[in-house]
């Protein structure tokens, strides 16, 4: 029996939900490096997930103890040759289908509207898999290359942004009026070099971007939009997780009473936009890049 929208989205919170209750899941935190893509993608069409499908595969790999993040439907593996092992169960992803329909104005005039409809899918994990196309990845994750952090790439991505970042005092900030700037500490005053870029990717990615995207919303739906922005950034740059849950537990307690409340959408809504967040926060560096490439070309030309 096929699920409303609805029932849907309150299927996929109420699993989020659970595992940030009891606390030994986190689907945004991985304090530790990963082999393979960055973030979770479809091993056929070689597309990344985006917004809550991320949250969702990256929860189903730390449960399932997935080493690798390659993803795809049943016929897609079969179409290339392979095979989903018996009783594997699946994991579900979601997507908006356009669908149109014929409506009349207040004239009488028939005219066709687009509106998206929430739709799921399921989805299985390579490890799940049978057949040749797959061998390289089921073989120890060491055979495989890590994604290493990447000080250099991300020095350039945030410079690329050309944010006011002021560095010193003992808090870290985003303040919009008067000066539309970002305040965090000197770096030596954290753990680690992850401390520091998750913090500045927190403020930076997450809230110095919110008015340049156009996003609205409260306090604790900002924080977690944050939140989950570095954590996506964190994961592109190759960066791991510093494993430092304050902030975390300070923001925790104000998501999940939304949630609870009844405001199914909440984490749905944070997850799509700092998806937005990172994309629009890498694009100055990717456009610097491909300016470099240019240019490079031109001189050999």
């Known amino acids: 029996m096929s699920q409303s929208q609805k029932e849907i989205q309150q299927s996929i919170t109420n699993r989020l939900v659970d595992s940030l209750k009891s606390g030994s899941n986190i689907p945004w935190r991985r304090p530790w490096r990963t082999v393979g893509p960055k973030f979770p993608t479809n091993h056929v069409t070689g597309r990344a997930y985006h917004g809550i499908n991320v949250l969702t595969l ?18 897609q593996w079969a179409s290339i040759g392979c095979q989903v092992k018996k009783d594997e169960k699946s994991e579900r992803i979601v997507f908006y289908s356009p669908v149109k329909k ?17 739709k799921s899918w399921s989805v299985f994990n390579v490890a799940q898999v049978e057949g040749k ?28 942004t050309g944010a006011d970042i002021r560095f010193g005092g003992n808090q870290a900030f985003y303040r919009r009026l008067p000066d539309d700037f970002v305040q965090v500490p000197n770096e030596e005053f954290f753990l680690n070099f992850s401390s520091f870029a998750e913090t ?3 403020e930076v990615g997450g809230h110095w971007t919110e008015h340049r995207l156009g996003w609205t919303g409260s306090y604790a739906e900002g924080e977690l939009r944050a939140e989950i922005t570095a954590c996506f950034l ?23 009473q939304a949630i609870e409340d009844g405001d199914t959408k909440f984490i749905w809504r944070a997850s799509s936009a700092a998806s937005k967040a990172a994309e629009y926060f890498l694009a ?16 050999l030309a």
């Open 58 to 75: 990256w929860l189903a790999a730390q449960e399932k103890n997935f080493p690798v993040d390659l993803w795809a439907s049943y016929q």
């Open 102 to 118: 014929l409506k009349k104005d207040a004239n009488g005039i028939e005219k066709v509207e687009t509106f998206p409809i929430l």
């Open 133 to 160: 196309a797959v061998e390289e990845f089921q073989s120890q994750p060491s055979g495989l290359k890590f994604s290493e952090p990447n000080r250099a790439e991300f020095d350039l991505a945030v410079v690329a």
């Open 200 to 202: 500045l990717l927190h």
């Open 234 to 256: 964190s994961a592109a740059l190759g960066i791991p997780d510093s494993g430092d849950l304050a902030n975390h537990a300070k923001y925790l307690e104000g998501w999940l």
């Open 284 to 299: 100055f560096s990717q456009e610097q890049a491909a300016v470099v490439e240019e240019d490079a070309e031109a001189v």
